[in-house]
């Protein structure tokens, strides 16, 4: 059973059509859960007050090896903070999460994303692959080793990326929107049922 972690800001319908998950913010259902994934959209702080009471039971079951998926700002929630406002994130990766350069914000459409090494999610999809993306803020990690992708963007100085994709073993993380990005990000979901 896959969990998708409900904080009223995310694109249920979507994910868990493709997942055929559960909406939930039951701590028995994610305790339960065979996979996890969070997705969302917001602040970082205001999302991380409702993730609260759900924190240390997501923690304890990635501690245990459980896939855990954080789309978009799911994603930010796995570093501890961000420049984007209070709020403590679930910490599982060290690092921060920053605006973009404001000529390159907000960062929405169509972009592509380029691997940066292996990774499960991007199986079977072509290097440079387009995904939808609709986002201010950029994870920073301390370890580049948890970077699998980076999307490419331009501004006055030239060309500059960010990490679209992160993993730590079981522990994924994608910038763009796979449940908004057609047939490629359906594949992401796939990859991810199949861990």
């Given at each position: 059973m896959i969990a998708i972690v409900d904080l009223g800001i995310g694109n249920f319908a979507s994910v868990k059509k493709a997942l055929d998950g559960n909406v939930t913010v039951n701590p028995d259902v994610v305790k339960g859960a065979d996979k996890i994934v969070l997705p969302g959209v917001g602040n970082f702080?205001?999302?991380?007050?409702?993730?609260?009471?759900?924190?240390?039971?997501?923690?304890?079951?990635?501690?245990?090896g459980t896939p855990f998926l954080g789309i978009c700002l799911g994603m930010h929630l796995l570093f501890p903070s961000s420049s984007e406002?209070?709020?403590?994130?679930?910490?599982?990766?060290?690092?921060?999460?920053?605006?973009?350069?404001?000529?390159?914000?907000?960062?929405?459409?169509?972009?592509?994303?380029?691997?940066?090494?292996e990774d499960p999610l991007l199986s079977d999809l072509e290097p440079g692959?387009?995904?939808?993306?609709?986002?201010?803020?950029?994870?920073?990690?301390?370890?580049?080793?948890?970077?699998?992708?980076?999307?490419?963007?331009?501004?006055?100085?030239?060309i500059k990326s960010f990490p679209a994709t992160v993993r730590r073993e079981n522990v994924f993380g994608v910038q763009f929107h796979p449940e908004k990005s057609s047939k490629k990000g359906l594949k992401i979901l796939e990859n991810f049922k199949q861990l």
């Open positions: 702080g205001e999302v991380a007050k409702k993730l609260k009471p759900l924190r240390e039971t997501i923690l304890r079951k990635i501690e245990a406002g209070g709020g403590e994130g679930l910490g599982v990766l060290a690092g921060d999460v920053s605006g973009l350069p404001r000529e390159a914000s907000p960062h929405i459409g169509w972009n592509q994303v380029f691997p940066a090494r692959s387009f995904f939808y993306f609709v986002h201010s803020y950029y994870p920073n990690p301390e370890d580049e080793s948890v970077v699998t992708g980076k999307t490419e963007y331009e501004t006055a100085g030239g």
